[in-house]
């Protein structure tokens, strides 16, 4: 249920978080928006369709930008499909398990779609839905919290992700054939401790691959300075 995604209440800082009305541009909606209408504006028709789950999406962002504040981040409620096909992996000659070089294809489409979107037009679609996001933080357990500290705290985490030299070891845990899931390789883990214990938005972008790393971090850096200019960027 939702409980998965309740922490302890955060007390409200504002002047120390980021408030978002005074972010993106002056003044309040005029009214309220509809969250899937503005997407189509953003991404495309095709894109959208494709891509994003529209049901109810305040509440799928609000609580996937909650949840990749902690060490692991369930899959339940993203705002996103899943990434087709399968997390591939290679067998090395010294017997070790890696990423696989293509794995990244899997998320192209998303990446594709994310490169194409106008920040600025961005900022202001968030700046629109900030009311709806804030009441859906607040029902997921935080009533005195301030949603819009959490997106900063999470590009700020995933621009802080190492980019190691070469192929990054994983490893499937030990788990009994009973309890196994339909799908396994969801299950992939680092094999390197210090990397096993990121947080979550950053193993998200070591398993996309180095490249796809970069472009990603250099889409997450404008769109920060556009919604957090200051302190963020100091």
């Known amino acids: 249920g939702g ?5 302890r209440p955060r007390r409200r800082r504002r002047g120390v978080g980021h408030p978002a009305p005074d972010r993106c541009g002056r003044g ?13 504006d953003l991404f495309g028709r095709q894109a959208v369709a494709a891509l994003f789950v529209l049901d109810d999406l305040p509440l799928h962002v609000a609580a996937t930008i909650d949840h990749l504040g902690r060490p692991a981040a369930s899959l339940r409620l993203w705002p996103v ?9 290679i067998e090395t000659k010294d017997g070790a398990t890696v990423i696989g070089p293509d794995n990244g294809l899997r998320d192209a489409p998303l990446l594709v779609a994310l490169e194409s979107v106008d920040l600025p037009h961005a900022a202001q679609a968030y700046k629109r839905l900030y009311p709806q996001l804030q009441k859906k933080y607040e029902n997921l ?3 005195n919290g301030y949603f819009d500290d959490r997106p900063v ?11 190691p030299g070469g192929p990054l070891d994983v490893r499937l845990p ?37 490249v ?15 919604i957090a200019p200051a302190p963020a960027d100091r």
């Open 3 to 7: 409980s998965r995604f309740i922490l």
């Open 28 to 40: 309040a909606p005029e009214g309220p928006v509809d969250a899937a209408a503005l997407l189509p």
């Open 81 to 89: 499909r899943p990434t087709p096909g399968r997390f591939s992996v």
């Open 141 to 143: 357990g935080y009533p």
């Open 153 to 163: 705290e999470v590009i700020n985490s995933m621009l802080a992700t190492p980019e």
């Open 174 to 210: 030990n788990i009994e054939a009973a309890s196994a899931p339909s799908h396994p390789w969801i299950l992939y883990e680092f094999a390197d401790l210090q990397l096993a214990a990121l947080p979550a938005p950053q193993k998200l972008l070591l398993r996309m691959g180095p």
């Open 212 to 226: 796809d790393q970069r472009r990603m971090k250099a889409r997450l850096f404008e769109f920060r300075k556009l």
